[in-house]
């Protein structure tokens, strides 16, 4: 059972990101702000959830929430600051879009940059644990499986409607049979030792 608050008398919001790992695509974030009455029987975290799932809950989340803030760091960021950065960046950019301020943050994870003006408390795995770190973490999935699957009708080829930029093995041999896209992570090791051995 998720917990629906770490400070009973704060105004919370949890914070999660989604594409750290992948290989191509922006890194997104969101902050959500639930009512401390909320409850939903399916709400939980979105890797355990089905796709259909998670599109079902979205809508529920967005419309419930008190407020609710989703922020895109892309591939040429990512390159620059890097991807620990680009995931407190894409953090702090839902932050900045919340309607209803914060007295507190619940971070998914064991790092955060802090945010100006506002304490945070870091849980690791707290998306499986807080029912607001659960809600960020649908909306940072879907929103960005949303963008992947507008880039995938662009490139067709690499499959991205099925793994959404993730280091499968089509994927990879994609990237090696047709190449990089504009919006791969050049910093990122595009290719394993196995597939650049075959050459």
């Not at 409850?39 to 079902?56: F, G, I, M, T």
């Not at 209803?100 to 499986?128: M, Q, S, W």
Request: a neutral charge.
């Amino acid at each position: 059972m998720l917990l629906p608050y770490l400070n009973e008398n704060l105004i919370e919001a949890g914070c999660d990101e989604a594409g750290r790992g992948c290989l191509a695509g922006p890194v997104v974030a969101a902050a959500v702000v639930l009512p401390k009455d909320f409850r939903h029987e399916l709400l939980n975290d979105s890797k355990k959830l089905s796709e259909k799932q998670r599109d079902k809950l979205r809508p529920i989340v967005e419309k419930e929430a008190l407020a609710w803030g989703v922020g895109f760091v892309d591939f040429d960021e990512i390159d620059k600051i890097n991807i620990l950065n680009a995931s407190f960046l894409a953090m702090h950019r839902a932050i900045e879009q919340l309607k209803v301020l914060p007295a507190h943050l619940l971070i998914d994870g064991n790092r955060f940059k802090p945010y100006e003006g506002i304490d945070h408390t870091c849980v690791i795995k707290g998306d499986g644990k807080y029912l607001s770190i659960a809600a960020a973490s649908i909306l940072a999935k879907t929103h960005r499986d949303e963008y992947m699957q507008k880039m995938h009708e662009q490139y067709p080829v690499y499959a991205w409607d099925k793994n959404k930029g993730y280091p499968t093995k089509a994927h990879r041999h994609a990237i090696k049979a047709h190449g990089p896209t504009p919006i791969h992570r050049m910093s990122f090791r595009l290719l394993d030792e196995q597939l650049s051995l075959d050459l």
